[in-house]
């Protein structure tokens, strides 16, 4: 893949955590008084949903030690010596942009003189430059990545390790996040750039990490870096620099929890979705002011931008908006913002973001900042680049979620923008609504009624109008992502248009209703699908649709709750598909949790 920045640098200056260029890895660090390797792999694991294609370790001391391998960390953790105490050690998780999937490209990457190890996370634009240069001295790479160039620049520097740090941070164009060790030397060097890095003071020694969550089971708060700044970090010290001077930052809480060891993550996050939905109310009511109703209302553009997931859930909101509320609002992916007319200062743009880390997502709010918008986050992530950099954020606090498949964020996601869309039209959702929502979803989850083998095929299809849609989308997303099966969702009344050409009796359609007024059109649409010799499951939190089969949801009142009930049986399909199918649905081939590449 050819990854050049076109985007130029930010000029926006609230766009202060960038991580929006090529970076799709978790780097993890630690010096101090207890078993580096254990709470290294311990971090490793932890992070192992930003990238799962290969991993290494490399252990401090007189000499170091490196351990890397092709697949997932249990792999890597295999391969390591019992024993061996050190107290010093980084580690990495890779989600492969520059060569192969293999030994020779995981990290860490030893310089020339096998002194220094480095785990780098992103990508450099200037990697032919840096090749060049070091060629021109005589050493060669032995892997196919840009990472390597890192450790080989840090020997050539010699000298003061912290001092090399700084100049070969510098020197590095596009995106250079890294952490590095030296022989003989406890501490772990820190620089970011362009990538997120936080980095900790706990009681037996310092840590560093792309994230967070590998952080929360050591310490309570964390400084989070700022592009060019860098670390020196050891079991007493956790020092950050700048331009060659100490700087002293404020730490943050670290509000997360590290998700618990469980057989399949995407099951315990779909079990969760009741009680993340009662914290995103009340983070949500919270948050969710007069102010930002009236901006919504006086904007002459309300954009809604996301990307996958949460671009359903921008649907879903301009839906709302325009009927709960009146307001004419359009949903785009994020990643296609930039091919409509340019914003301006008239413009309101809600990003929904899961992680705040998508570069896409990132992209397109840094357009619509520096395009003079008022930019508001929906973020799962409070310390995260999209939180930072927009002007309000709505906080989900929907927990951790480390499967790749969203499942609970997507629900907050739909429960936040529903809750905005009733206050700009001067309502609010009341506990008791609340209430019956989470009892349906619990009687939803409970009770796991679409799965039927016949689903296990490629020429399954989701059908719905309006609301029912995007809930169609959303499931097909899913099916596609963690069973590789070809799942397509059309609106109800577009098939005769064109796609009910693919109707055979070899197919099998989910119609979807949550809508009492689209009862009569969903019927005649299930109606044409079965007189062509499709199999049709209803799924329907609104009557009969006269299917070989209904599965009724629970009853809620609320028609524009109903999608998040809807969307949860097509959750359960997409799991037991997978587990059917014997795949692995928190580690989807190809994917990664959080796309920080564009
Ligand atoms: C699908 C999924 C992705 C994400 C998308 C955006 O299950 O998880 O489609 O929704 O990559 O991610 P966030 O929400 O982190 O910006």
């Not at 994020?334 to 340019?342: F, L, T, V």
């Not at 049709?536 to 629970?554: C, E, H, M, N, Q």
Request: glycine share 8%; charged share 25%.
């Amino acid at each position: 893949m050819s990854l050049v920045n076109i985007y130029g640098e930010f000029s926006c200056a609230k766009f202060l955590c960038p991580a929006y260029k090529y970076c799709m890895c978790g780097i993890v660090g630690y010096s101090g008084s207890q078993n580096a390797k254990a709470i290294v792999m311990d971090g490793l694991r932890t992070l192992e949903y930003r990238g799962y294609d290969s991993a290494g370790v490399a252990l401090g001391g007189d000499r170091l030690k490196v351990f890397k391998t092709a697949g997932r960390v249990n792999a890597l953790d295999a391969m390591l010596p019992a024993g061996g105490a050190c107290h010093t050690a980084i580690g990495h998780t890779r989600w492969a942009t520059h060569g192969k999937p293999n030994a020779v490209n995981a990290h860490p990457h030893l310089s020339y003189d096998k002194k220094i190890a480095v785990v780098h996370n992103g990508v450099l634009e200037n990697c032919a430059e840096l090749k060049s240069e070091l060629a021109g001295k005589g050493i060669s790479c032995v892997s196919e990545t840009d990472s390597e160039l890192l450790a080989h620049l840090l020997a050539l520097e010699g000298g003061d390790m912290l001092e090399a740090v700084r100049r070969v941070g510098g020197k590095a164009k596009g995106s250079a996040t890294f952490l590095a060790i030296r022989e003989g030397d406890p501490a772990v060097y820190v620089f970011r750039k362009g990538a997120s890095m936080l980095v900790a003071k706990g009681e037996y020694g310092s840590f560093a990490a792309s994230d967070g969550l590998a952080l929360a089971r050591y310490v309570g708060t964390a400084t989070v870096l700022q592009d060019d700044e860098y670390a020196r970090i050891t079991h007493d010290v956790c020092a950050i620099f700048k331009d060659g001077a100490r700087i002293f930052k404020s730490s943050t809480p670290l509000r997360v929890s590290p998700p618990k060891e469980c057989a399949c993550h995407m099951r315990a996050e779909i079990d969760e979705i009741p009680a993340a939905l009662e914290r995103t109310y009340l983070k949500v009511s919270e948050a969710l002011d007069d102010e930002l109703a009236d901006r919504v209302r006086r904007a002459k553009r309300v954009m809604l931008a996301g990307c996958g997931t949460a671009f359903h859930a921008c649907r879903y909101g301009k839906l709302l908006l325009e009927q709960m509320a009146g307001i004419c609002a359009e949903a785009v992916a994020a990643s296609e913002a930039d091919e409509g007319a340019p914003v301006d200062g008239d413009t309101l743009a809600l990003f929904v973001t899961q992680s705040g880390e998508t570069a896409d997502t990132l992209l397109a709010m840094k357009r619509c900042a520096e395009g003079g918008a008022y930019t508001v986050a929906v973020t799962n992530v409070e310390s995260s680049g999209a939180a930072l950099a927009a002007d309000k954020t709505l906080f989900l606090d929907a927990g951790a979620e480390v499967a790749v498949a969203a499942t609970k964020s997507y629900c907050c996601q739909l429960l936040a923008v529903n809750m905005l869309a009733r206050r700009v039209a001067g309502d609010i959702l009341r506990e008791e609504e609340l209430k019956k929502l989470t009892n349906g979803a619990k009687e939803c989850i409970a009770r796991c009624e679409l799965f039927e083998k016949r689903m296990l095929t490629d020429k399954l299809f989701l059908v719905g109008r309006g609301q029912d849609l995007v809930t169609a989308k959303e499931g097909a997303l899913k099916l596609k992502e963690i069973t590789y099966r070809q799942a397509e969702a059309y609106a109800a009344g577009e098939l005769k248009h064109g796609p009910i050409a693919l109707i055979d009796s070899e197919s099998t359609v989910i119609a979807l209703a949550t809508r009492e007024d689209c009862l009569p059109r969903m019927r005649a649409t299930v109606s044409e699908l079965r007189s062509r010799g499709a199999y049709v499951v209803g799924l329907s939190g609104a009557g009969d649709l006269g299917a070989d089969k209904t599965v009724f949801l629970p009853s809620l009142e609320d028609v524009t709750l109903r999608p998040i009930l809807c969307v949860l049986p097509l959750q359960e399909l997409a799991l037991c598909s997978s587990l059917c199918l014997g795949l692995d649905p928190d580690k989807p081939r190809n994917l990664a949790k959080s796309v920080t590449v564009i």
